[in-house]
């Protein structure tokens, strides 16, 4: 589970590591905000630390990447907008959504020349969860 980094800014540095086939071509490295929004959901500006690609990425995204991987609890409601599910999370058979959504597939597209990286993160509390079985 990641916990997400609110505080980001111009500068800050992070690994890029989309998950998926349609990201499979984004480079895995590190990459530093070079342009930030001016709405929540309007795209950061990112670009590679030793390389020349650049990505346009939401900024809720940026928030996840610079966040950190933490251990999750059970029987804890977490805020999707404090906390998103992160590598095989979903899968787990203890992992259970409020509202049965899930964490979107990593993607890919371009505007015009420009590309950006994007993913609908859950829009609802989640949590883990043991049966009494």
Same mark, same amino acid.
């Given at each position: !589970?990641? *916990?997400?980094?609110?505080?980001?800014?111009?500068?800050?540095?992070? +690994? +890029?590591?989309?998950?998926?086939?349609?990201?499979?071509?984004?480079?895995?490295?590190?990459?530093?905000?070079?342009? !930030?929004?001016? %709405? /929540? =959901?309007?795209?950061? *500006?990112? *670009?590679?630390?030793?390389?020349?690609?650049?990505?346009?990425?939401?900024?809720?995204?940026?928030? /996840? =990447?610079?966040?950190?991987?933490?251990?999750?609890?059970?029987?804890?409601? /977490?805020?999707?907008?404090?906390?998103?599910?992160?590598?095989?999370?979903?899968?787990?058979?203890? =992992?259970?959504?409020?509202? %049965?959504?899930?964490?979107?597939? @990593?993607? +890919? %597209?371009?505007? %015009?020349?420009?590309?950006?990286?994007?993913?609908? !993160?859950?829009?609802?509390? =989640?949590? @883990?969860? *043991? !049966?009494? @079985?």
């Amino acid at each position: !589970m990641r *916990k997400l980094n609110h505080d980001v800014k111009v500068g800050d540095r992070f +690994l +890029l590591n989309p998950s998926g086939w349609q990201c499979a071509n984004v480079p895995h490295e590190e990459f530093e905000i070079v342009e !930030m929004p001016e %709405g /929540y =959901f309007d795209d950061c *500006k990112i *670009k590679q630390v030793n390389g020349d690609a650049t990505y346009y990425i939401r900024l809720g995204n940026v928030e /996840y =990447f610079c966040g950190e991987e933490v251990e999750h609890e059970y029987g804890v409601a /977490y805020d999707h907008e404090d906390y998103q599910p992160s590598g095989s999370d979903e899968s787990d058979t203890d =992992f259970i959504t409020k509202e %049965g959504d899930e964490f979107g597939f @990593w993607y +890919l %597209g371009h505007r %015009g020349s420009q590309e950006y990286i994007s993913s609908t !993160m859950l829009q609802t509390q =989640f949590a @883990w969860v *043991k !049966m009494p @079985w």
